[in-house]
């Protein structure tokens, strides 16, 4: 199994970025040869639109399990189109991981963010 993790650093130490679009790095956990590669987010500070290019990104990874506290639409039609399953945690990434291998994390159903958010203000755009 291989995740994509939104993450605040470069470790699995490193604490679960809240918003998916938006993290400082994708942590890419290959559970099979038990490695951690950060990869860094530089879509991050885009004004708007960037569910669709992060989205497709990590879709081609070839990921098969994405952990984040939240996430918009576009990304998570793109996940959900590529069959990739979506986990909501919080905190440290490596009791996430833990969490998700004993099934104790919630996948999502739908996308927790609207669809036009002004992130730096944190408000809906009409």
């Given at each position: 199994m291989i995740?994509?993790?939104?993450?605040?650093?470069?470790?699995?130490?490193?604490?679960?970025?809240?918003?998916?679009?938006?993290?400082?790095?994708?942590?890419?956990?290959?559970m099979e040869?038990?490695?951690?590669?950060?990869?860094?987010?530089?879509?991050?500070?885009?004004?708007?639109?960037?569910?669709?290019?992060?989205?497709?990104?990590?879709?081609?990874?070839?990921?098969?399990?994405?952990?984040?506290?939240?996430?918009?639409?576009r990304a998570?039609?793109?996940?959900?189109?590529?069959?990739?399953?979506?986990?909501?945690?919080?905190?440290?990434?490596?009791?996430?991981?833990?969490?998700?291998?004993?099934?104790?994390?919630?996948?999502?159903?739908?996308?927790?963010?609207?669809?036009?958010?002004?992130?730096?203000?944190?408000?809906?755009?009409?």
């Amino acid at each position: 199994m291989i995740m994509a993790i939104s993450s605040s650093g470069k470790g699995i130490d490193s604490n679960i970025y809240t918003k998916f679009e938006r993290c400082n790095f994708f942590l890419i956990v290959d559970m099979e040869h038990n490695t951690a590669l950060p990869i860094t987010n530089m879509a991050r500070e885009r004004p708007h639109e960037i569910g669709g290019k992060v989205g497709k990104l990590i879709a081609k990874l070839g990921i098969d399990v994405i952990i984040t506290t939240d996430i918009g639409p576009r990304a998570f039609e793109i996940f959900k189109q590529n069959e990739i399953k979506i986990y909501r945690a919080e905190g440290i990434i490596e009791d996430a991981i833990r969490q998700l291998k004993k099934g104790n994390l919630s996948e999502l159903t739908k996308a927790t963010l609207p669809r036009y958010l002004d992130w730096k203000k944190n408000k809906v755009l009409k």
